[in-house]
């Protein structure tokens, strides 16, 4: 089982609605969850970053948690084309000396106008 | 950026030279990061720093060291660089063992 999981995609939503990305991880002590955006040629931008059950706003995104279902979202309200990147999701195991996060394979999203 | 710059931003070299890549940082963080992203595996971690000359290795190692001689500098040598290695290299900071900010890459081909 691999160990944090998204949709490829491409998820295609157009402008001005709410794109939903998912993400999935397998290790149940996970802590810390982030949600990166990378454009095409570009490094991947952290976005989102979210450590406890529930929803995390910031202006039009929204992260949302539940470590029982192991699953972690990111929606994105009011979709502009300057939103299409792949979006990656990133899981940390717990704290002391485990530093690394890992990666899903992204999904990408493409806002039409 | 996060006052993070990676050199060189491209490199094309031949099969069996050394390569080394840099990664400097602006922002004294602690934590740095080497990572690779291919087509279908997504970024995996090479190797990261958690001080000076403290190193360790991630899940793709094989075939790259590391040193890091002072907080700003953290550098990634292929001693024979292989064709499987052509890939976008990225650095990562962090100042505690969350969130980690990504250096602009660099592009390696090896021929």
């Known amino acids: 089982q691999k160990e944090v999981e998204q949709n490829s995609g491409p998820l295609s939503v157009p402008e001005g609605a709410i794109a939903s990305l998912n993400c999935t991880y397998s290790d149940r002590v996970s802590q810390s969850f982030f949600w990166y955006r990378q454009y095409s040629g570009k490094s991947p931008e952290l976005i989102m970053s979210?450590?406890?059950?529930g929803d995390k706003e910031d202006g039009r995104f929204t992260a949302q948690l539940n470590k029982a279902s192991q699953y972690v979202s990111l929606l994105i309200r009011d979709s502009q084309p300057s939103d299409s990147a792949t979006y990656l999701c990133a899981v940390k195991r717990g704290g002391g000396s485990n530093y690394k996060l890992t990666f899903g394979k992204g999904t990408l999203l493409t806002v039409n106008p | 950026d996060a006052g993070i710059t990676q050199s060189p931003r491209h490199k094309v070299t031949e099969t069996g030279t050394p390569v080394t890549l840099r990664c400097h940082q602006t922002e004294n963080h602690r934590y740095m990061y080497w990572y690779r992203q291919d087509p279908g595996h997504g970024l995996r971690l090479i190797h990261y720093?958690?001080?000076?000359?403290?190193?360790d290795k991630g899940e793709v190692s094989d075939g790259y060291s590391v040193s890091r001689s002072k907080t700003e500098d953290f550098l990634l040598t292929l001693e024979s660089a292989t064709s499987s290695q052509t890939s976008v290299y990225f650095c990562?900071?962090?100042?505690?063992?969350?969130?980690?900010?990504f250096g602009p890459g660099t592009r390696l081909t090896v021929t």
């Open positions: 990562a900071i962090s100042e505690f063992d969350y969130e980690q900010y």
């Open positions: 979210i450590y406890s059950n």
């Open positions: 720093s958690y001080g000076v000359k403290d190193t």
